[in-house]
């Protein structure tokens, strides 16, 4: 398969403890995405990457939340002492940033890693 | 700051009837791209159809249509000849005409759960 992957698909963490989530991307995908969607809406952007450079972080992210994409592949969302308001599906999606010398506007998403705080 | 507003939060269609989706969004910018996403149970979302705000003609993907309103816009996706498969979690999504390593985040409205009655 070589979709967006999402790794685990599904965590139940006590609350205060830490997490950490991992999203492989389409490969050759310079650009990366971290969504979280919580129950009855949309998905909500939190952060963005190009290689590895982290260029946009959503007011959402509060400081309880890092990313990173060390080597312009995978990525990692790590969420600090948890809170029940942290409970949610995180996205990821990947994209290239021209195809054909055009802007790409598709992006690929990952079946999501469910998190569920107790 | 963008806003993606989609008004019906659940939709039913017989199979191989017509049903059109509503979506409305509000931007000052004259250049964007405007997304239909299908999110079925416990999958990924994938990309339905796409519009460019600098084109007038509606774009098609075989059964799949928009109404494309720039002017009061508004963003409708009708679906022909709907199948079974078709069941899914539909959202609209807005983004920035940006290029260069700008943010090309998504934003999402609420979604509308379809059904599809056989």
């Known amino acids: 398969d070589t979709g967006v992957s999402q790794d685990p698909r599904h965590k139940i963490t006590k609350r205060g403890q830490n997490v950490t989530f991992r999203c492989d991307p389409i490969?050759?995908?310079?650009?990366l995405y971290w969504y979280r969607q919580t129950l009855g809406q949309g998905p909500e952007f939190l952060t963005y990457?190009?290689?590895?450079?982290?260029?946009?972080k959503s007011r959402l992210l509060s400081d309880r939340f890092s990313a990173e994409r060390p080597k312009g592949s995978f990525s990692t969302l790590e969420i600090q002492r948890t809170e029940q308001g942290d409970s949610a599906m995180y996205l990821c999606a990947s994209s290239l940033s021209v195809v054909a010398g055009k802007p790409n506007t598709e992006a690929f998403f990952g079946q999501g890693t469910r998190l569920t705080v107790v | 700051a963008q806003t993606v507003t989609q008004s019906q939060p659940e939709m039913s269609v017989q199979e191989a009837e017509t049903v059109t989706l509503s979506c409305t969004y509000d931007?000052?910018?004259?250049?964007?791209?405007l997304f239909w996403y299908k999110q079925p149970p416990s999958r990924q979302m994938i990309l339905v159809i796409r519009?460019?705000?600098?084109?007038?003609q509606n774009a098609t993907e075989n059964r799949f249509s928009v109404n494309f309103q720039k002017a009061a816009k508004s963003f409708s996706l009708k679906i022909s000849d709907s199948q079974l498969g078709d069941a899914a979690m539909y959202f609209c999504?807005?983004?920035?005409?940006?290029?260069?390593?700008?943010?090309?985040?998504?934003?999402f409205g609420t979604g509308t759960l379809l059904a599809v009655q056989p």
């Open positions: 519009q460019e705000a600098y084109k007038q």
């Open positions: 990457f190009q290689n590895e450079a982290q260029l946009e």
């Open positions: 931007t000052s910018e004259s250049d964007y791209y």
């Open positions: 999504a807005y983004r920035r005409f940006l290029y260069g390593g700008a943010t090309n985040k998504l934003i």
């Open positions: 490969s050759e995908h310079n650009r």
